[in-house]
């Protein structure tokens, strides 16, 4: 990004190959992660020298990542000691079960008002027991005084600073506040929360604030450019979508598409606690003496990940953009309705038996009703998370921010300003999570090229879509979606027979 106007030079995307090694669980290859950003970097330098912009002119990096996905590696060979277990995945269920029983009224929301977050199988801390119960390599390595634990942010940063040979192991707020060990309050480690999880402290990396110097880029590339260039910026991708939008002051708000969707309403500097099923999340601090800022958040499983889904397991399109062609050929889902619960619902409800449903099939239905369906539900699963929030903060959005690989979709940008009756704004360059950590790291006292103050920042293009349908109709169509989505609930249950596939 250019530092002056906000403007995109170049970017470079790589697909990361999802494993599900058994029904439910999710992983990633934390070497693979790391290659392509290797790859990532390598060829926005090459795409920069063919604009002839001198790569001596990057001035900072900033990291931004899916949060909660939890990483264990070895720091004497720097290699990881097991796949990232990313966000979704569902093993933990019987980890989750298991701490439950040891809760005072087997009460989820015990630790709200400490982590602001339930205990869910969603939060990095119970990913982590998982491993310490179940990898030996990883238990050896603890106990050797080996083992260290990141979400991706600072398996990348120690990686890129130099791994094994002296890199720095740290993460920042944002992220720190979705492990479930942190107290967003103290901005500390929680020594009461460690002990509840049994998770030896000495592993966790140092919490920083999302704008400073953590460390120095060590080379990896062929050409030898960014050595020496400041990692400054690290942001968990929804708090990086927030500041990339600009969302600076209270009740501002922003809905990112991404695998799940995630609407984050800035509370300015004090933490607002949901009676609504939402989370109480750090937003940002942007710089070590600047003041921390809070966020309400409303977490959606699964977003892209149906379109995903529809290409890779059902095949009914060969590419995502097909979906939209197919819901635009339907124009409707014929009252079909489509719950996409296959990690258990998230926000409002925290309900991890609901699996997912289509309903009100007939045989008149086809795959383009449900492409419409897929889409028309990941809408109605944001004007859930936007009712909370309304109730929560009193004051109704008058309209929503968008961001994210998902909106290029105009048929889903339309859909959803239809069932939210309000204007949806998507800024022309919908990679704004990218340029929230730019901006963090271009901030970043020692680096100082990026100017956060208002005043000084670029006003973004923005593509507006407006309500096109009657108010009593969306009402309809959102009252008979509640419908489905109670029907999805206590699907699975603990008790269910061992199949050999389960846990």
Not at 10 to 16: A, K, R
Not at 186 to 193: G, K, N, Q, T
Not at 393 to 405: S, T
């Amino acid at each position: 990004f250019n530092a002056k106007t906000a403007e995109l030079l170049s970017h470079h995307q790589v697909e990361i190959q999802q494993k599900f090694p058994k029904e439910g669980w999710v992983e990633q290859d934390p070497k693979e992660i790391l290659k392509s950003v290797h790859e990532c970097v390598e060829r926005t330098c090459e795409k920069l020298q063919q604009l002839n912009i001198d790569i001596t002119n990057i001035k900072a990096i900033g990291v931004s990542n899916q949060r909660e996905t939890t990483v264990v590696w070895d720091k004497t060979t720097g290699e990881p000691l097991y796949n990232a277990i990313v966000w979704l995945d569902l093993r933990t269920q019987s980890t989750v079960e298991r701490l439950l029983k040891r809760i005072p009224g087997k009460n989820k929301a015990f630790f709200k008002f400490r982590t602001g977050l339930p205990l869910s199988t969603y939060f990095s801390a119970v990913k982590l027991r998982w491993l310490l119960d179940n990898v030996e390599e990883i238990r050896q390595a603890v106990d050797d005084g080996r083992a260290m634990f990141g979400t991706i942010d600072s398996w990348l940063i120690w990686s890129l600073t130099g791994g094994k040979n002296g890199g720095v192991h740290c993460t920042d707020v944002t992220n720190a506040s979705r492990t479930m060990l942190f107290n967003i309050h103290s901005l500390e480690w929680d020594p009461e929360l460690c002990q509840f999880f049994d998770i030896p402290m000495e592993i966790l990396p140092k919490v920083r604030s999302s704008s400073e110097i953590y460390g120095l880029m060590v080379c990896f590339l062929k050409s030898g450019a960014l050595t020496g260039v400041p990692i400054s910026g690290c942001l968990g991708d929804q708090s990086a979508a927030l500041v990339g939008q600009m969302c600076f002051q209270d009740g501002q708000a922003k809905n990112t598409y991404g695998t799940g969707c995630f609407l984050l309403c800035n509370t300015g500097q004090k933490s607002v606690f949901s009676e609504h099923g939402l989370l109480t999340t750090i937003a940002y601090k942007l710089g070590r003496d600047k003041p921390v800022c809070y966020a309400l958040e409303g977490s959606v499983a699964i977003a892209g990940a149906v379109v995903r889904w529809l290409r890779d397991n059902l095949g009914i399109v060969k590419t995502s953009q097909e979906v939209e062609k197919l819901a635009a050929e339907a124009g409707t889902s014929y009252g079909c309705y489509f719950v996409p619960a296959f990690s258990g619902l998230y926000a409002p409800y925290w309900e991890p038996s609901a699996r997912g449903i289509i309903c009100g099939l007939t045989q008149f239905t086809n795959k383009n009703h449900i492409a419409f369906a897929a889409l028309e539900a990941v809408c109605f699963q944001t004007r859930e998370i936007l009712d909370a929030i309304n109730k929560d903060c009193g004051i109704p959005l008058n309209q929503l921010q968008v961001d994210g690989g998902m909106t290029n979709n105009k048929v889903l940008m339309q859909l959803q300003s239809d069932i939210l009756c309000i204007p949806v704004v998507k800024p022309s360059m919908p990679e704004t999570t990218a340029l929230g950590a730019a901006m963090a790291a271009g901030a970043a006292e020692g680096v100082g090229i990026w100017s956060l103050n208002p005043g000084d920042l670029t006003a973004v293009t923005c593509e507006r879509f407006e309500p096109q349908i009657n108010p009593e109709e969306s009402e309809f169509r959102y009252a008979r979606w509640k419908k489905a989505v109670m029907k999805s609930m206590g699907w699975e249950t603990s008790e269910a027979p061992s199949n050999g596939k389960s846990e």
